[in-house]
């Protein structure tokens, strides 16, 4: 099998490098308190969505390194179908779903559902960690990031 050659358009980190510092320290702030597992989980959930090869590739790697087992990064995908997660997990994946899918809206069953397993402020940080990984994927689609180029 031969790899098919995707070349990265732009080095955004020395493009423009104090936004990817200010990304990247809304990134640190919003993981601040999080369950490192479920950091990784809802990373990798938004990033399949997203089609990041990049991230996907990152976090599955961050992901293993925190203890997560293969076979639930590879379930992730089918995570409703999956019995392999919490319900605070399901609660936080269905967050992650609705908010990079935000043109579908976040119901109120989905936020209720979040709120019940996280205190405000640990759902704040949850909700801030889904936007900062919609934007490092939005940064790394774009600028075709090559996955496995940490």
Known sequence: MTAVEISQRMNFTTAAP???????????AARRG???????????????????????????GDARKAGESEERIYQLSAWEESSLYTARERAALALTEAVTRLPEGVSDEVYDEAARHFEEGELARLIALIFTVNAWNRMNVTTRKTPGTR
Request: glycine content about 0%.
């Open 34 to 60: 999080l369950d490192p597992v479920l950091v990784e989980l809802v990373q990798i959930r938004a990033s399949q969505i997203n089609r990041c090869a990049y991230c996907i590739d990152y976090h599955t």
């Open 18 to 28: 104090a936004v990817f510092k200010a990304v990247f320290a809304l990134d640190a």
